[in-house]
């Protein structure tokens, strides 16, 4: 593959790139602790979104017609490099533009994509996630929830769990069981819920990291509109699936661990050992060395996909792969950096003294769950195993 972009690539990046150096300073410090500092923080996350939406930069890839920009497969790359060259993230505000939108684009009606699209584009409306239960979280398809007939409407009635920034959200994308009796994998149809409904409770979680990010939530009664089932009634799983592919494309890439790499060498050389810093013993310099070579392979592990792609050709394994070898390299990082902190690993987030305020210990904490979310590694390791490598099933 050839990796140099073309001029109409590079227009683009020159674009971007001018429009960051004059827009950056609207960005929010880091998303990693977003949930951790509130509903402040979350609302900082919209100012930036809208920002990015008034230069239609919120999801440059979407179709012009729905404020997007049209932007190839390259050009996503190129944009991707230009916030990590700004030191910049995209806004966190949910599953918008990153799951339901692609999602919707791909299953909607007509009606339905002029009706949410363009709040989406605008920031204006806030989308979560509902999917896994308390009884269904790897076996997603044995979920309970139900959605019953009544006229022109559904009526809802059950739980879900891990929902991320659910006290936030205006919308959710819901997995219901609408016929009972088909197998489980069947009988499931795709729902956008108003989470201003009647009957809606959402429960923050409180996590290890002291973050609020994800949440209980409960549908009693909820009387949900037939207008917004996405897909056919009964076969909301393969909606499900696309929605799921959406996810895992954005798991475990290698652009967070590179830039954790070199953090770990600013933190290295800020901490004394032995009259020295840390980064004066060859063996750390060495450990460094090996995460950066791990996190280079899984470049080109995306590479791979990418190349895919242009070719017009299905997604392949690559995504499971980046998923469960991004989030293990991630946490192997952060214990590493445990190591490297001795006695302050001990000092939480934003604790007085705490190295870094309290970052490293943060991700630590958090660093397990990447292996669960988006499908546990577990999974990840039957789809490679099955699918990949042919074996049979556990």
Sequence with gaps: MDFNFNPEDEAFRMEFRAWLDANKQFAPRSREMLMAEGKNAFEEQKRWARKMAEGRWLAPNWPVQYGGRGAGILQTIVYNEELARAGVAAPMIGMGTTMFGPTLLHWGTEEQKQRFIPPIMKAEEVWCQGYSEPGAGSDLASL???AVEDGDYFVVNGQKVWTTIAQYADWIFLLVRTDPDAPKHKGISYL???????????????????????????????????????GEKNQGWQVAITTLMFERSGGGGDRGVLMQCHELVELAKSLPRNG?????????????????????????????????????????????????????????????????????SQLEFNAPFAVDKGKWSFRMLAARGGTIAAGSNQIQHNIIGERVLGLPKG
Aim: charged residues 25%; aromatic residues 10%.
């Design 144 to 146: 309970q929830t139900r």
């Design 192 to 230: 956008m819920v108003d989470m201003h409904s009647p009957g809606v409770t959402a429960r923050p979680l409180v996590q290890i990291t002291g973050n609020r990010g994800f949440n209980e939530v409960f549908f009693e009664d909820v009387r949900v509109p037939k207008k917004n089932l996405v």
């Design 276 to 344: 020295a810093s840390a980064w004066d013993d060859a063996s750390v310099r060495q450990k460094i060395a090996e995460f950066y070579c791990e996190a280079t392979a899984l470049r080109y592990t995306g590479y791979r996909q990418l190349t895919r792609r242009l070719k017009g050709m299905p997604p392949g394994p690559e995504g499971s792969m980046m998923k469960l070898c991004g989030t293990e390299l991630n946490l192997r990082i952060q214990l590493f950096a445990m190591e490297l902190l001795g006695p302050y």
